[in-house]
């Protein structure tokens, strides 16, 4: 059995009672999100598929790069 101190329950306390939402789970991604997205809208306007179809296959690699993180084994 594990003893923890004080500080050590607090933290623990504080991380298991923090709520984490839609808005840090998007804030997070931001960075990989945007620039794939930004792509996507410019091959939607300028009609360019290419561009379309590389920002779609950008965003799906974000999510099987991250899939094995949200999958309990």
Do not use: H
């Not at 840090?24 to 999100?33: H, V, W």
């Amino acid at each position: 059995m594990v003893i923890l101190s004080r500080e050590e329950k607090a933290i623990v306390s504080r991380l298991l009672t923090e709520k984490t939402g839609f808005r840090n789970a998007i804030t997070s991604f931001l960075p990989y999100l945007l620039p794939a997205l930004i792509l996507a809208l410019y091959g939607i306007v300028q009609r360019e598929y290419i561009a379309f179809a590389l920002a779609f296959f950008a965003l799906f690699a974000i999510v099987v790069w991250q899939a094995p993180d949200t999958v309990d084994a």
